[in-house]
Each structure stands twice: as C-alpha cells, then as structure tokens.
C-alpha cells in the first residue's frame, strides 16, 4: 500500500513537471521568422562616415514597409545634408519579449544653432512580425496621452530645477517658451520599448547654450515613463 501511495506520489509529482516545463516552452517560444537565419534579427544595412542604417531580418509585408521606411528617412537627412561630418546616424534596438524596439538617432549639426535631434521609433510584435502602433502600445502599458505629456513635462521641471537657468536670469517660463519654439507636442513623440519599459524620445533642438545636449545624452535621450 505503502509503494502504491509512494509511486502515486511521484507519478502526480512527475505529470506537474511535464505541465511546467510545456507551460515554460510555451512561454518562451522563440517565435522570431529570420529572413536569414545566418544574421542577426536587426544588422547594419549600411555603415559609413557617422552613418549607420539598421535592416530588419524579419518576413512580413509590415516589415518591408518599415525597412523602405528607414531607408527613405535616413537618405531625406543624407541627401540635403552636403557636409557628412555635419551629420551623424545611428541605431539602437531592444527585445523585450515579444516586442522588439528600434529607434533611429539623427543628429544633424549642420545648422544655425544647436544640433537637430531627431528620432524615430519602430515597434514590432515578434509573433506575427506587425507593426505595433502608438495607441496600441500605450494600451499594452495602460498609459494616455495625458499620462505621457505629464512625465515630459515633469523631466523638463527636472532639468530646469537642477540647471542653473535660473541664476543666468531663465525662469521656467523662458525655458518652456523655448522649448515650444521646438517641440510640437506628442506629435514630436516616439516611443521605445527597454527591458519591458516604455520610453519616449523627444525631436526637438537640445540647445548647447542651455547644456541641454550633455544632461540627456547621459541615457541616450531616452525618458522613462513612469
């Protein structure tokens, strides 16, 4: 009797692994479709003189559409920029889960003042290789619109209160009126998704003369939503 309870015991303990380890797999199912298994899921498409043009290694019809995406917008910047030293490229690309993230970084300091920072943003479902839209991915994370504008503004608060604007005679009225001269809004908003946290980036001119360039390039421009 005693065997019989034993073996039934390790009979159930052994049915709970299996159902564990198939919920696991499931999980973590690597549901990624490479157009070429030999390369990594985001490569250099291009990478020459400060430039640096991501392709993704996915299959889909979503997926052309944003590597032609990327390629339009990084050759708008190339091709009306005659000074390639004026003009730096670059890419950056998470996973996190199911969703992989790609920002384009364009620092164009061929202007009048400070450089030109502009950004954006892909965000792909890895299981059906979709794009994921803004109003989709701000419903994943249960944030608005208004939720986002009042992070913003909270790290413009931020920098302003741990700058010396204020010594130098900017209040926080002159620095959010020149802030509006270059940020439109969440028009100006891309979104990216880091260890399964959501950040934005900001396009606007991060002005040298407010060192604004050196504050936030220490995390790359990204602000956490919080």
Do not use: W
Request: glycine residues 4%; contains cysteine.
């Amino acid at each position: 009797m005693k065997k019989n309870k034993l073996y039934l015991g390790f009979s159930i303990l052994f049915i709970i692994i299996i159902i564990i380890y198939g919920i696991y797999s499931f999980m973590n199912h690597d549901y990624v479709k490479l157009n070429d298994k030999d390369l990594e899921i985001v490569y250099d498409a291009y990478n020459e003189n400060n430039i640096k043009i991501p392709f993704l290694n996915l299959v889909s019809k979503d997926i052309d559409i944003v590597n032609k995406d990327i390629k339009d917008f990084a050759n708008s910047y190339i091709d009306n920029n005659s000074t390639s030293n004026m003009l730096n490229i670059n890419y950056l690309f998470s996973r996190s889960g199911k969703i992989l993230s790609v920002v384009i970084i364009c620092i164009n300091s061929d202007t009048l003042g400070s450089p030109d920072m502009m950004f954006r943003t892909y965000n792909i479902n890895l299981v059906d290789n979709t794009i994921i839209s803004d109003e989709e991915l701000l419903d994943y994370y249960g944030y608005d619109e208004k939720h986002i504008q009042k992070n913003i503004d909270n790290y413009f608060l931020d920098y302003y209160n741990n700058s010396s604007l204020e010594k130098n005679g900017c209040n926080y009225d002159c620095f959010i009126k020149d802030k509006n001269n270059y940020y439109n809004g969440l028009d100006d908003v891309s979104y990216y998704v880091k260890n399964n946290k959501l950040y934005v980036y900001i396009n606007m001119s991060y002005k040298m003369d407010f060192m604004e360039n050196n504050y936030y390039s220490k995390n790359n421009y990204m602000f956490l939503i919080k």
